[in-house]
Structures are given as C-alpha cells and as structure tokens.
C-alpha cells in the first residue's frame, strides 16, 4: 500500500499545531509539541519521542507529518528538567548530566498516552514511536507503559546494552523487559549504524523471536545511523522513504483499522 502522497486533492485537510502544557513526571508541567488534524473526525494518536539531539525543529516538522496522515501527535520536551532554549544546547546540558532518566521518560510517556486517550477526538488507540534514544525510549514504553496500541523503534541504540553499560540514567537495559513487550513492534535499522550494529539487530530479532512477540524488523543497506534526518549528511533519500511508506502502513494497519 502506498501512503506517501496518495490523497485527494479535493478533500479538506486542515491541523492545528502548538505547544501546550498537560500534567507531567512528579507532577510538573510536561511542555508537548500538539498536533491534532481537523475534519477527520475520531482520530488515533501517537506519542513522538524526542532523541538527544533535543526537542527540535527535525522533530516538530516530523508530529506534523504525521498529523497530515490523520494522527493527533504528542511530543514531549522530555529534557525540560535541564532548561529551555536551543534544542542542542539543552540536550548536550541533559547528556552532561547522566542523560535523561528513563523513569521520568516514562511517567511523561504515561502522561502523553492519557492526554491523547481522553481526547474527544480519540478512537482510543495511541501508538509511539521515536529515532535513536527515543527508539530506544519507545522501546521500553511498549514494555513498560499499559495501553499503547503499536510501537515503532527507529535505530534505538542501546536496547540491548549490557550490564557494565548501566548508568543511573539507564540502570536496566530495555530489553530487559521485553518478555513485557504489550503491543506490535516495528523496528527500523540501517546496515551500515554502529549503535545499534547489525548484530545488536540480530540479537534483539532473536529474542522476540524466542518469546514469540509480534513484531516485523525492516533492515536497509547502504544506510547509517539517522538516515531520516534530511538536514544531515545521514540522510538516504530511497531508504528513507520506502522506511517511512512502512511506519505509515503500520500505525494504519494498528491504529486505523
């Protein structure tokens, strides 16, 4: 099925997008980039979460991407803990300081997942997805957090890390809980990226397998680490785009249907 561009051009589309405040991790205020389509009537949602390179630009343009698709989108600032200002900037405070704490990560994954889910617009299904350490964190929210529909792991470095890796930002390794793994998976991974190799793939691949989860892995050669990132030298235009036809038939299969 072709998702890109297969639209018509005669139906109205419309979305509103904007940062709004909803209650977050120990009860602060968890800023959320919220982009909602309009006219659609009842809409799934999905949790976006942010990778180290911060709350940036990459990824709002990417919450209204899939809001053009039909997707009521929460992306949460999960590095607010460690101020506000140029995505970088507050992301290289974050990774100077152990790195986002996966607890927090959580209880503002939870938090997005029950903003989407009372939604008057909801259909009450909510996937998440993230690339690179939110794959990661998207990850371990399929296994850790109730009630997501589907998950998408984009090159999440580090799901399968071993012990002496445990910092404590990340004291347990994802993968530790996939035997807890709630939801359909879908895991996109370049050939050529160090973090995750190929055989951290392989070794992930074999454990779901073992358990018997439902889960489809699509592995893409001649493609690094980040090879969506179009304003980048990562970029892959070919893998890119046939990765992201895959994420959309996806989340329309899980959450549509």
């Keep these: 099925m072709t998702m890109w561009n297969n639209l018509d051009t005669g139906k109205y589309e419309g979305m509103v997008a904007q940062t709004i405040a909803i209650p977050g991790h120990g009860d602060k205020p968890l800023w959320v980039y919220d982009s909602r389509p309009l006219g659609v009537g009842k809409a799934p949602g999905i949790v976006l979460i942010p990778h180290m390179p911060g709350w940036d630009e990459f990824y709002r343009e990417t919450a209204r991407r899939f809001t053009a698709h039909g997707y009521?989108?929460?992306?949460?600032?999960?590095?607010?803990?460690?101020?506000?200002?140029?995505?970088?900037?507050?992301?290289?405070?974050?990774?100077?300081?152990?790195?986002?704490?996966?607890?927090?990560?959580?209880?503002?994954?939870?938090?997005?997942?029950?903003?989407?889910?009372?939604?008057?617009?909801?259909?009450?299904?909510?996937?998440?997805?993230?690339?690179?350490?939110?794959?990661?964190?998207?990850?371990?929210?399929?296994?850790?957090?109730?009630?997501?529909?589907?998950?998408?792991?984009?090159?999440?470095?580090?799901?399968?890390?071993?012990?002496?890796?445990?910092?404590?930002?990340?004291?347990?390794?994802?993968?530790?809980?996939?035997?807890?793994?709630?939801?359909?998976?879908?895991?996109?991974?370049?050939?050529?990226?160090?973090?995750?190799?190929?055989?951290?793939?392989?070794?992930?691949?074999?454990?779901?397998k073992e358990l018997q989860k439902q889960y489809q892995f699509f592995r893409y050669d001649g493609a690094g680490h980040g090879f969506w990132y179009y304003h980048t030298p990562m970029y892959r235009q070919e893998q890119a785009m046939d990765s992201w036809e895959k994420v959309l038939a996806f989340f329309e299969e899980q959450l549509k249907s």
């Design 72 to 208: 009521h989108v929460l992306c949460p600032d999960i590095f607010r803990d460690f101020g506000t200002g140029n995505p970088a900037e507050v992301a290289t405070a974050a990774r100077e300081a152990g790195g986002t704490p996966d607890e927090t990560v959580m209880a503002d994954c939870k938090a997005a997942l029950q903003f989407l889910n009372i939604q008057p617009d909801s259909n009450g299904k909510v996937g998440v997805i993230g690339t690179c350490s939110g794959g990661r964190h998207a990850f371990l929210a399929a296994c850790t957090v109730e009630g997501f529909s589907a998950a998408v792991d984009c090159w999440g470095g580090g799901v399968m890390a071993a012990p002496e890796e445990a910092t404590p930002a990340r004291p347990v390794a994802p993968m530790e809980y996939a035997d807890k793994l709630n939801c359909p998976l879908l895991g996109i991974f370049g050939n050529d990226d160090r973090s995750p190799t190929k055989e951290a793939v392989d070794e992930l691949e074999a454990k779901l």
